[in-house]
């Protein structure tokens, strides 16, 4: 494995509990990778293991893990999931590629306002509880609501990732793992419940995958970490202003 470049920062917060999550929805602006540096890791070029073949049940179980995150991913069953998923798509196609990921972003949920989406920004706000190797790491995505509801539950409102895939990539993985994460959309449009089997077969996996190497989990690759990225999404949710 070949690591270019790579930097940890952390910072203690006050007497932060594990459970401590703070939630911000910012409809103007986004935050910017400095505004809460208290955890941020870097890495560049990371070569893979070289190609080798999967054993028998190897291939059982990655087909029955692929079939798992496929099904979750898709999971796509109302007109207006479908309208939702495909304006999406087209305006990603349309983005540059040198826009940062903040900027992106902003620009997905200006459009989809446009289209008459009920579009949230929000950010979840890096932590760290002191005398423990619990993170909570630091995310943005977007919200939408359905159109015709007035008090928003958690499990009415649509998460729209536009960075899904790039927050499961880790250094060395196995074989196994990296072709389960070929399943993974670089895009992800769909539910909280949508979302939760996908994330509990992708950290069971990234555990395994350092288990092979003979090497811990790391505290930002745990699944407590990697779900703080985007739960709790928060009881209710305000839809944004236009």
Not at 183 to 203: D, H, K, Q
Request: hydrophobic letters at 40%; one cysteine or more; glycine letters at 4%.
């Amino acid at each position: 494995m070949t690591l270019q470049r790579s930097h940890i920062v952390t910072t203690k917060v006050g007497n932060a509990s594990p459970a401590m999550f703070s939630w911000q929805s910012r409809d103007e602006s986004l935050p910017r990778s400095s505004d809460n540096g208290i955890f941020e890791l870097e890495m560049e070029d990371m070569s893979v293991p070289a190609e080798v073949n999967l054993g028998h049940s190897e291939v059982h179980t990655l087909k029955l893990l692929q079939s798992t995150v496929a099904s979750a991913v898709a999971r796509i069953s109302t007109p207006f999931d479908c309208k939702l998923k495909s304006d999406v798509d087209t305006v990603m196609a349309q983005l540059g590629p040198d826009e940062t990921h903040e900027q992106k972003l902003q620009h997905l949920a200006d459009r989809l306002r446009c289209f008459g989406y009920r579009i949230t920004v929000h950010a979840s706000s890096a932590s760290y509880c002191p005398g423990t190797l619990q993170f909570n790491l630091r995310h943005s995505f977007l919200c939408c609501a359905p159109p015709t509801l007035d008090c928003i539950l958690d499990r009415d409102v649509r998460v729209i990732d536009i960075a899904f895939k790039d927050q499961f990539w880790i250094a060395s993985p196995s074989l196994l793992y990296r072709r389960l994460l070929d399943t993974v959309p670089e895009v992800f449009v769909g539910t909280a419940e949508s979302l939760r089997p996908v994330l509990e077969t992708l950290t069971l996996q990234i555990s395994e995958s350092f288990k092979q190497q003979a090497m811990p989990t790391p505290p930002w690759r745990c699944a407590q970490a990697l779900y703080s990225k985007w739960f709790p999404l928060g009881r209710r949710h305000q839809p944004a202003s236009s």
